[in-house]
């Protein structure tokens, strides 16, 4: 009897030692592989300058399972929560985000324009681009409004990466404020938001794309808590971007880990703290959730002056028209326009950039 105690004991010690040993080589294993992707990861960071995505692209960069495909820790809301929310949608497709600053005026991203600008009129732009508001869901519901006038911030710069990347659209009638529509009023401070606080950001964000198709966005308005990270850090995550530098424009922010990242967030996104307009979604990494490379956002007191001058000068769509074209040397030449591509442009390339508007612009596939 006690031979066989032995015995089993022996069996029981030897098992546990080899599945000691086992889980060892297996930890071993995984932390071999997990140390061979951080030394790849570090020699990508230096041999090779990481790349941008601007927001409205349409293109994510797919790194996670198929079944992982979701927004990093955003959740659902409504727009009785955010009645400042603006869905940008141009030529039936939603582009961007935008936020509500007066009864008809909408703040956005001026990249988010690049495309309709170029190959549409001014007094055209209405039967381009639209306004939804009132509404979760970008594609029902709500309010849709006519856009009848657009204007980019002087200082505007497309490359190497956006600057001044701020636009405000008139709304070609005033919206109606209630529960679910009422607009956001801009930060009047002098202090950019402080290293380690949160800003609210929401928005509709992407679930699944590759980098040549379009993405899928939620079919209800995300919104996430992302932490502001100090000009340093700032700095240090876009340090090896070819012609960018990190100035005090700019504030970035996101959560540790890649947990959360306005990446999946649409571009022209409003970053809030305490019911203030703190800055609006550029850029950001090419990675989405990527902690070292955060979204960036534009303080509220860079563009402040300008939404304010703005929404005075031109009461009328008219008057914005005419003002647009004389600060705007790009837009000068749309009044000769057939079917939305300048005249001046020779015939081959004006159906080119014709082709690749209307390919690139179908018609988004409504959400249940």
Same mark, same amino acid.
């Given at each position: 009897?006690?031979?066989?105690?032995?015995?089993?004991?022996?069996?029981?010690?030897?098992?546990?030692?080899?599945?000691?040993?086992?889980?060892?080589?297996?930890?071993?294993?995984?932390?071999?592989?997990?140390?061979?992707?951080?030394?790849?990861?570090?020699?990508?960071?230096?041999?090779?300058?990481?790349?941008?995505?601007?927001?409205?692209?349409?293109?994510?960069?797919?790194?996670?399972?198929?079944?992982?495909?979701?927004?990093?820790?955003?959740?659902?809301?409504?727009?009785?929560?955010?009645?400042?929310?603006?869905?940008?949608?141009?030529?039936?497709?939603?582009?961007?985000?935008?936020?509500?600053?007066?009864?008809?005026?909408?703040?956005?991203?001026?990249?988010?324009?690049?495309?309709?600008? /170029? %190959? #549409?009129? =001014? *007094?055209?732009?209405?039967?381009?681009?639209?306004?939804?508001?009132? &509404?979760?869901?970008?594609?029902? $519901?709500?309010?849709?409004?006519?856009?009848?006038?657009?204007?980019?911030?002087?200082?505007?710069?497309?490359?190497?990466?956006?600057?001044?990347?701020?636009?405000?659209?008139?709304?070609?009638?005033?919206?109606?404020?209630?529960? /679910? %529509? #009422?607009? =956001? *009023?801009?930060?009047?401070?002098?202090?950019?938001?402080?290293?380690? &606080?949160?800003?609210?950001?929401? $928005?509709?964000?992407?679930?699944?794309?590759?980098?040549?198709?379009?993405?899928?966005?939620?079919?209800?308005?995300?919104?996430?808590?992302?932490?502001?990270?100090?000009?340093?850090?700032?700095?240090?995550?876009?340090?090896?971007?070819?012609?960018?530098?990190?100035?005090?424009?700019?504030?970035?922010?996101?959560?540790?880990?890649?947990?959360?990242?306005?990446?999946?967030?649409?571009?022209?996104?409003?970053?809030?703290?305490?019911?203030?307009?703190?800055?609006?979604?550029?850029?950001?990494?090419?990675?989405?959730?990527?902690?070292?490379?955060?979204?960036?956002?534009?303080?509220?007191?860079?563009?402040?002056?300008?939404?304010?001058?703005?929404?005075?000068?031109?009461?009328?769509?008219?008057?914005?028209?005419?003002?647009?074209?004389?600060?705007?040397?790009?837009?000068?030449?749309?009044?000769?326009?057939?079917?939305?591509?300048?005249?001046?442009?020779?015939?081959?390339?004006?159906?080119?950039?014709?082709?690749?508007?209307?390919?690139?612009?179908?018609?988004?596939?409504?959400?249940?």
């Amino acid at each position: 009897m006690s031979s066989i105690f032995l015995c089993l004991l022996t069996l029981t010690i030897i098992y546990t030692v080899n599945g000691k040993l086992d889980n060892d080589i297996n930890f071993d294993e995984n932390r071999r592989h997990q140390s061979h992707s951080m030394r790849h990861i570090r020699r990508r960071g230096h041999h090779h300058k990481p790349g941008l995505r601007i927001r409205n692209e349409h293109q994510v960069y797919i790194t996670e399972p198929k079944t992982n495909l979701r927004i990093r820790g955003g959740n659902a809301t409504d727009t009785k929560n955010f009645p400042y929310m603006a869905a940008i949608i141009i030529n039936g497709r939603l582009w961007c985000a935008g936020t509500i600053v007066d009864v008809n005026w909408v703040v956005t991203a001026a990249h988010c324009l690049n495309y309709v600008l /170029h %190959v #549409s009129p =001014l *007094k055209t732009l209405g039967q381009y681009v639209k306004v939804r508001v009132g &509404s979760s869901r970008p594609h029902e $519901g709500g309010t849709l409004v006519d856009v009848a006038g657009a204007v980019r911030h002087p200082k505007f710069e497309e490359e190497p990466v956006p600057h001044a990347d701020v636009a405000l659209l008139k709304l070609a009638e005033n919206i109606e404020f209630h529960r /679910h %529509v #009422s607009l =956001l *009023k801009i930060y009047e401070g002098i202090k950019e938001p402080f290293a380690q &606080s949160f800003v609210v950001v929401t $928005g509709w964000g992407a679930t699944k794309g590759t980098d040549t198709a379009f993405r899928e966005h939620t079919p209800d308005l995300m919104t996430g808590r992302l932490k502001v990270r100090s000009q340093h850090y700032c700095i240090d995550a876009y340090q090896l971007v070819n012609g960018f530098q990190f100035t005090q424009d700019f504030f970035c922010a996101s959560l540790r880990n890649g947990t959360r990242d306005a990446c999946l967030f649409d571009a022209g996104a409003p970053a809030v703290q305490q019911n203030r307009l703190m800055g609006i979604m550029s850029f950001g990494p090419e990675r989405c959730g990527h902690e070292f490379q955060p979204a960036v956002f534009i303080k509220a007191f860079y563009f402040r002056d300008f939404v304010k001058s703005t929404i005075a000068s031109y009461k009328t769509t008219a008057e914005l028209i005419d003002a647009v074209q004389e600060i705007d040397p790009s837009l000068q030449q749309h009044e000769t326009l057939h079917e939305g591509v300048p005249q001046e442009v020779p015939e081959k390339l004006r159906d080119d950039v014709r082709n690749a508007w209307e390919a690139a612009t179908e018609p988004d596939v409504k959400h249940d």
